[in-house]
Structure formats: structure tokens, C-alpha cells
């Protein structure tokens, strides 16, 4: 299975973990919107990956 994981550079740890079956890479940026808006306004720096397990 292939997934995108959204990963927190700042936190140093995978806030969410979506396979990329259902979650394309638009998707997973509302999703950052949505779920990890505290991070950005922090000023933390979100990357998306991809991840093979
Ligand atoms: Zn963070």
C-alpha cells in the first residue's frame, strides 16, 4: 500500500497517514487546513511524503 503521510518538520512527527487511493495531494492539503491549521500558525513547516508501509 501506498500513502501520503502529512509529517510536521518542526514537531518532527506524522500528523496523518492517507492512502493515496482515496486522498490525492488536494485532498490532503485541506486536510492540513482543516486539522493541522495550529501547526502553520506556528510558523511549523508541513511536508507531504510519500511512504510505502
Ligand atoms: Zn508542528
Do not use: T, W
Not at 15 to 44: C, F, M, T, W
Request: hydrophobic share 30%.
Amino acid at each position: 500500500m501506498k500513502y501520503r503521510e502529512i509529517f510536521c518538520n518542526n514537531c518532527n512527527k506524522v500528523l496523518g497517514k492517507y492512502n493515496v487511493k482515496y486522498y490525492p495531494e488536494s485532498k490532503i492539503a485541506e486536510l492540513i487546513k482543516d486539522s493541522h491549521a495550529a501547526h502553520i500558525r506556528q510558523g511549523h513547516h508541513i511536508i507531504i511524503r510519500k511512504s510505502e508501509k
